[in-house]
């Protein structure tokens, strides 16, 4: 059997113990639970700006995001477009580290690219 426990705070160590019930009361409880730390995915990390280019590459620096929802950001994925943002493709998939600035390579000089 499982149970699903809701209204916790993301970022916050939980740990659980379980006891059984029938009509004559409550059993001895359960060991208690490894701890458990809820979170979901980080907010978004502010529009990158471009701080220097190079020969088929351009060097991007942004801000970290302001709320890592309950778990600390381990590194950063980059997508570009050429076609005006109808499709993207990962140039980097994680950076990671959690430094906010990466050069993203192997662009095609004159075409204009998006990144995200």
């Known amino acids: 059997p499982s149970a699903q426990v809701t209204?916790?705070?993301?970022?916050?160590d939980?740990?659980?113990?379980v006891s059984a019930i029938n009509r004559d009361?409550?059993?001895?409880?359960?060991?208690?639970?490894a701890a458990?730390?809820?979170?979901t995915t980080p907010?978004?990390?502010r529009e990158?700006?471009?701080?220097?280019?190079?020969d088929g590459s351009v060097t991007l620096r942004w801000y970290a995001p302001l709320d890592d929802n309950g778990d600390s950001v381990s590194g950063y994925s980059i997508e570009t477009s050429s076609d005006n943002g109808a499709t993207w493709n990962t140039a980097i998939a994680d950076t990671g580290s959690t430094t906010t600035q990466t050069t993203v390579?192997?662009?095609?000089?004159?075409s204009p690219t998006k990144i995200r």
């Open 105 to 110: 390579s192997s662009l095609t000089n004159g």
């Open 48 to 54: 990158p700006t471009p701080t220097g280019h190079a």
């Open 7 to 12: 209204g916790l705070a993301n970022g916050i």
């Open 43 to 45: 907010d978004a990390p």
């Open 25 to 33: 009361g409550a059993g001895a409880v359960s060991q208690t639970s």
């Open 14 to 17: 939980y740990e659980f113990r």
């Open 36 to 39: 458990e730390k809820p979170s």
